[in-house]
């Protein structure tokens, strides 16, 4: 079943007072780390998977893009990145990234970020994916990192003051599939796979692999936010990069 929890209005509200609602790129904690894995966008033709707000969108533009398709499942989440959008070289489309049918070989670059753990079969993005790219092609995306999606809490362990975490719980890591999470105070659907299975699931389907990242958060966001600093005890993000291979002789 496809989720689509942001067309909720009490549910987009608080995902639009968040800081990487407001903000943008610079208030999201990973991308200091995920704009270093991205291609050269030059004269791509780009395609961002569960674009929201936009954001990686406009910057793909900025960075030189051709052309930029965004797609997302929220009607919501769309019309305010229209809002946001002053750029032909920009379309967003109304549609689920289970739904996308792209033809083959049409884009040069698919990028997506923390949406993917929201997809009941990572394997079958990665197939559509791998035939949307032109040989060569790039495909970059976040996800919430395993260890944080491994328990369906996704919270700390606290001190009797319930103030000060101890550590951060791992369990069922090994068994994939679904996790009723709570998320702005509502119950969200998120799918857990083991680190593992991201790899070999771009592997098998004719990835190279050729970055693995896990996110840990900048000086800059440390000294704005100092309670940032447990971010370091466990990753929240896991970011990859990865290329279709070239056609190979046989």
């Not at 119950?187 to 070999?200: A, D, E, G, L």
């Amino acid at each position: 079943m496809k989720q689509n929890k942001y067309d909720d209005k009490s549910f987009f509200q608080a995902y639009a007072e968040m800081d990487r609602s407001k903000q943008g790129l610079e208030g999201a904690g990973e991308w200091h780390i995920l704009k270093e894995m991205l291609p050269d966008f030059q004269g791509k033709n780009v395609l961002d998977l569960g674009c929201g707000f936009g954001w990686h969108s406009r910057y793909a533009r900025e960075k030189g893009a051709a052309s930029v398709t965004g797609t997302d499942i929220s009607e919501r989440m769309l019309a305010h990145a229209e809002e946001l959008t002053n750029d032909s070289g920009i379309v967003y489309l109304h549609q689920a990234i289970e739904d996308i049918d792209f033809s083959k070989s049409s884009m040069d670059t698919v990028i997506s970020s923390l949406a993917l753990h929201y997809i009941k079969s990572f394997s079958s993005v990665c197939e559509k994916v791998h035939t949307i790219l032109k040989p060569g092609g790039s495909f970059v995306f976040s996800v919430e990192h395993p260890i944080f999606t491994a328990r369906k809490e996704q919270d700390w362990i606290y001190d009797q003051t319930s103030k000060n975490p101890l550590y951060w719980p791992v369990d069922n890591y090994q068994i994939e599939g679904k996790r009723e999470a709570s998320f702005l105070n509502e119950t969200v659907i998120k799918y857990h796979r083991p680190m593992s299975v991201f790899m070999n699931d771009l592997i098998q389907t004719g990835f190279e692999i050729l970055r693995v990242e896990e996110s840990v958060p900048s000086k800059e966001m440390l000294e704005r936010e100092p309670a940032m600093k447990h971010e370091w005890r466990r990753p929240m993000f896991l970011m990859i990069a990865a290329e279709k291979k070239a056609k190979q002789s046989v």
